[in-house]
């Protein structure tokens, strides 16, 4: 019940095109699903996040959705770049427990 | 702001030792959460620690341990070595206090021969 489960595992996108990554959980205690960017040798850095109680956030050319009653969300780039190219993760965690919950990790590559 | 520093970055051991991996937060950060990268089992959750107590600990052994200090820095600490303790372990510091917004440090690499 802890588990996030992120798909696909990875995925390749034409400069220009739209990369979604999808993810979905069971614990309905979650309250903070936050996305990450990773690049080889480096943490992760914080993309966008997002609270149950709304159904999307966009920041610049990256849209999250967030579907309560399915229990699932993801992650729209739009415009993807070549310098997109990075491992995302998505995660999601319960208030005040310091803990973000996973999920193992999608590996985009934009060619030009 | 300076971002989350850990130190040493790469660290070479053997099995049988142990390892002490410092993080500093960001100013002003009170809470500290562990993690532990690995290619198989992804990032996994270790420990959080906010004002030098221990709020949450994952799934590890017992060799796994860490501390806060009344600064907010931390240690996490792994004695008796596994060779499939080579990870790399990620500190994030957060506000605490409903902030849920984690900032992950550079990592920590450690090797274990």
């Known amino acids: 019940q802890q588990q996030v489960k992120q798909s696909p595992q990875s995925l390749i996108v034409q400069k220009g095109g739209i990369s979604i990554i999808n993810c979905a959980y069971e614990?309905?205690?979650?309250?903070?699903f936050p996305w990450y960017q990773q690049f080889p040798g480096k943490g992760p850095a914080l993309l966008i996040a997002?609270?149950?109680?709304?159904s999307e956030k966009k920041e610049g050319r990256f849209t999250i959705s967030f579907n309560k009653s399915a229990k699932q969300f993801s992650l729209h780039i739009m415009d993807s770049q070549p310098g997109d190219s990075a491992t995302y993760f998505c995660?999601?965690?319960?208030?005040?427990?310091?803990?973000?919950?996973f999920g193992q990790g999608t590996t985009l590559q934009v060619k030009p | 702001k300076a971002g989350v520093t850990q130190t040493p970055r790469y660290l070479i051991k053997t099995r049988g030792q142990q390892v002490t991996l410092s993080c500093s937060p960001i100013?002003?950060?009170?809470?500290v959460s562990w993690y532990q990268q690995t290619p198989g089992q992804g990032l996994q959750f270790l420990f959080e620690y906010f004002s030098e107590t221990q709020r949450n600990k994952g799934n590890f052994p017992g060799r796994f341990s860490g501390r806060q200090f009344s600064n907010s820095r931390s240690e996490m600490n792994v004695s008796t070595l596994e060779l499939g303790d080579s990870a790399l372990y990620l500190c994030?510091?957060?506000?605490?206090?409903?902030?849920?917004?984690?900032?992950f440090g550079p990592g920590t690499r450690l090797l274990v021969l």
């Open positions: 100013s002003g950060h009170r809470s």
């Open positions: 997002i609270r149950p109680d709304v």
């Open positions: 995660a999601a965690s319960i208030s005040n427990t310091g803990k973000l919950i």
């Open positions: 994030a510091s957060s506000l605490g206090r409903n902030q849920e917004t984690q900032y």
């Open positions: 614990n309905t205690a979650f309250d903070y």
